[in-house]
């Protein structure tokens, strides 16, 4: 009994060990090997992020076919010349004297084509994000303009750029146009050096096909010459010379725009509350011609027009009374003298636009020329422009003259001029500015200010308009009139100054040409 059971395990021993050990197979020393694969099969070149794929194994590998794994230190040979090669090219003699030869079964693994592709696919796409993302999160350093071609361009191989940065001659410099080159050439070295598979092409390449040019250098550009000297001339039959005709036309040194409103507005309070109910309205009307030759000869026209009307309920000759009631013609002409600053000639003159009657009476207390005053100075004028929002004009005359003429002598006296007379003259200094301010994207500001003073006489004015600009055509407008004169006695108020002051807001419509 005990030999029976000694011979079974023997046997089933036996029987393992052939069950390790299958047939047609033939592990071979690597080193033995090398030598006979680098004779008999051709070699691809390696690049970075490629797989070196038998041509009969591609075939397989998207047939979903069987293949061998690649486990590290291991020669891989193709089952078709595997029987040439150990015939042919591995003899016996070459082999070494401790090579071993046995017959053991390759490792079959099954590779799924789809997902192998996959896995690539997303490693790349990934690749190419992180450059994406590091290109744009590097900020621009320099502004790049034609020099720069290289760059631009598809990856090409320069010559200059790798003689540049081995021999480390550019850097030696310090002035721009120099340190701009190495710059130029250590980016391409670096993309030589760190991605040569970019690079498909030379420059001898581009310079046979004919798209370099190395007759155009950066002096070449600057001191290119008149275009008048490159036109090629054509002759032309005489038929078509006769029925052409040329003409000159010179450039328009005008500028025009204009400016108009009309607002409403409207009070009402019952008569227990104690007020009364009241109507206004307003119309403007503002006109601009001017005129800038270079910036060396200026002239700036400006009409500006103001008519308003209330509900007169305590008169009884007429149902509406002028509030305002102004017209006002501007021009100054200038020459530049330096930069901003300009010698003038300032003109200014004013008005009243409809008659104005005493309260309840006919009695006339102003009317269309009178009283007429006009403004004549020279001096200087400066082109106000802070940081491209406040701009205007700020006139300055040493020397001007002020002459104020009343058409209906009976007014005459109302208006500071002697009896007897119809108008008066004086002299003395005079400053006025002109400006507006976009305060917001719907909100602007215009004033005007203007101070003279014959050191008896001072007149100082301050308008200021702030419309509030609620869509194309519908706006608000706050207007208010601060004014001293003591020219005249009329010009006095309840406690004996010549303080005035004006304000109205009110709503309507607007349109700008």
């Known amino acids: 009994m005990n030999r029976i059971c000694t011979v079974l395990v023997a046997f089933f021993i036996c029987l393992c060990a052939f069950s390790q050990a299958p047939l047609d197979t033939a592990v071979v020393q690597k080193d033995s090997l090398a030598a006979a694969r680098k004779d008999s ?7 970075p992020d490629s797989l070196a794929v038998d041509s009969l194994a591609v075939d397989s590998l998207f047939n979903d076919s069987a293949a061998v794994a690649l486990p590290p230190d291991t020669l891989v040979v193709d089952s078709l010349v595997a029987d040439s090669l150990l015939t042919d090219s591995l003899q016996k003699d070459s082999l070494l004297k401790d090579t071993i030869i046995s017959e053991r079964p ?11 592709i996959r896995r690539a696919y997303m490693h790349r796409i990934e690749k190419l ?74 420059e001898d390449e581009l310079s046979n096909v004919g798209t370099l040019r190395n007759d155009i250098t950066e002096q070449t550009i600057q001191n290119g010459g008149k275009l008048s000297e490159k036109l090629v001339e054509v002759d032309l039959p005489d038929a078509i010379i006769d029925t052409v005709e040329v003409q000159t036309r010179r450039p328009n040194f005008w500028k025009m725009a204009g400016n108009g409103s009309l607002n409403f507005s409207q009070n009402y309070s019952s008569d227990n509350w104690g007020g009364t109910e009241n109507y206004a309205g307003t119309s403007t009307l ?5 005129f800038n030759k270079n910036g060396k000869i200026v002239w700036n026209n400006s009409l500006a027009a103001r008519l308003g009307f209330q509900n007169a309920k305590g008169d009884s000759r007429r149902a509406f009374r002028p509030t305002d009631n102004s017209l006002r013609i501007n021009s100054n002409i200038g020459y530049q003298a330096w930069k901003k600053l300009y010698y003038s000639t300032n003109v200014e003159m004013s008005t009243k636009i409809v008659p104005q009657y005493n309260s309840g009476t006919d009695v006339c207390n102003s009317d269309f020329m009178s009283p007429f005053d006009m403004n004549i100075g020279v001096g200087l004028n400066y082109q106000v422009n802070i940081m491209k929002k406040f701009t205007g004009t700020l006139t300055m005359n040493p020397i001007s003259y002020t002459m104020r003429y009343v058409e209906r002598e009976r007014l005459a006296t109302n208006f500071g001029v002697r009896p007897g ?51 194309k055509y519908i706006n608000a407008q706050f207007y208010f009139y601060p004014r001293y004169a003591d020219n005249s006695t009329r010009n006095k108020n309840k406690n004996g100054r010549y303080f005035m002051f004006k304000e109205t807001l009110s709503m309507g419509m607007n349109y700008s040409f």
């Open 421 to 471: 007379h119809q108008s008066y003259h004086r002299w003395g200094p005079s400053v006025k500015l002109t400006a507006n301010w976009p305060i917001a994207k719907n909100i602007s500001w215009d004033t005007r200010v203007s101070w003279f003073s014959d050191l008896g006489y001072t007149s100082f004015e301050w308008e200021n308009t702030i419309k509030f600009q609620l869509s």
């Open 41 to 47: 099969l051709p070699t691809l070149p390696s690049r």
């Open 129 to 202: 994000a992180l450059k994406r993302d590091s290109v744009a999160n590097t900020p621009a350093v320099v502004e790049l303009d034609a020099y720069y071609y290289r760059l631009i361009l598809p990856p090409t191989l320069y010559k200059k750029a790798v003689h540049g940065v081995l021999t480390t001659r550019d850097s030696c410099f310090t002035d721009q146009k120099t340190q701009r080159i190495h710059a130029i050439h250590h980016a391409l070295f670096r993309a030589y050096v760190q991605y040569p598979w970019l690079v498909q092409q030379t």
């Open 286 to 290: 503002n006109l601009s011609a001017n």
């Open 106 to 116: 390759p490792v079959i693994i099954k590779i799924d084509p789809l997902d192998t």
